[in-house]
């Protein structure tokens, strides 16, 4: 999963990072058995049903592996890929959130624009430990990532990082406005 090291900038590094939480691959793979339970209770009840017509039982056959593939892409493959393509990078100067297969979206927030950062976690979320994470933004809008894992810890992780990056820019400001040092 590594975050490429050369979309990285001069000092930068990441903290950690992390796709959203598992519980996305639960209804797409309660979608996954049923479809595979119900195709094949269909394939081999159509031959029972219409065993006078063979061109039924051909079309009928045809029907149902069409319905399944199309459930297939639609409710199981492409809840899998969104998950498995999206990444949450969270470095020591900014938070990135990347998500896509052939098109990709990315968003960046760095530390520093970073004003409060608040949670949202729902019944289910306190029992499989999942929630919302919003981070407002001095000046875009706010940055809100679905599916977090741990995300009370995430959320205080991220307030470490912002106090860090705080702390690292009031010491380059010091010792941009310090006077030069004499020389003889």
């Given at each position: 999963?590594?975050y490429?090291?050369?979309?990285l900038?001069?000092?930068?590094?990441?903290?950690?990072?992390m796709?959203?939480?598992?519980?996305?691959?639960?209804?797409?793979?309660?979608?996954?058995?049923?479809?595979?339970?119900?195709?094949?209770?269909?394939?081999?009840?159509?031959?029972?049903?219409?065993?006078a017509?063979?061109?039924?039982?051909?079309?009928?056959?045809?029907?149902?592996?069409?319905?399944?593939?199309?459930?297939?892409?639609?409710?199981?493959?492409?809840?899998?890929?969104?998950?498995?393509?999206?990444?949450?990078?969270?470095?020591?100067?900014?938070i990135?959130?990347?998500t896509?297969?052939?098109?990709?979206?990315g968003?960046?927030?760095p530390?520093?624009?970073?004003?409060?950062?608040?949670?949202d976690?729902t019944?289910?979320?306190?029992?499989?430990?999942?929630?919302?994470?919003?981070?407002?933004?001095?000046?875009?809008?706010?940055?809100?990532?679905?599916?977090?894992?741990?995300?009370?810890?995430?959320?205080?992780?991220?307030n470490?990082?912002?106090?860090?990056?705080?702390?690292?820019?009031?010491?380059?400001f010091?010792?941009?406005?310090?006077?030069?040092?004499?020389?003889?």
């Open positions: 999963m590594g490429p090291q050369k979309l900038s001069d000092g930068e590094s990441v903290e950690f990072e796709r959203p939480h598992w519980r996305a691959l639960i209804v797409p793979g309660i979608i996954l058995a049923i479809v595979v339970f119900g195709a094949a209770f269909l394939l081999t009840k159509l031959g029972e049903w219409f065993t017509n063979g061109f039924i039982d051909t079309f009928g056959s045809w029907v149902i592996w069409l319905i399944a593939i199309f459930i297939m892409v639609v409710w199981v493959i492409r809840p899998f890929l969104y998950w498995i393509t999206t990444q949450y990078v969270f470095t020591n100067r900014r990135i959130v990347r896509g297969l052939i098109s990709r979206q968003r960046d927030m530390l520093s624009k970073v004003n409060n950062v608040s949670f976690v019944f289910f979320g306190r029992i499989l430990n999942y929630g919302l994470l919003t981070i407002d933004s001095a000046s875009d809008e706010a940055l809100v990532i679905n599916d977090v894992p741990s995300v009370e810890r995430i959320q205080r992780e991220v470490r990082l912002h106090e860090e990056d705080d702390e690292r820019r009031r010491k380059q010091a010792r941009d406005m310090s006077p030069p040092p004499d020389e003889p």
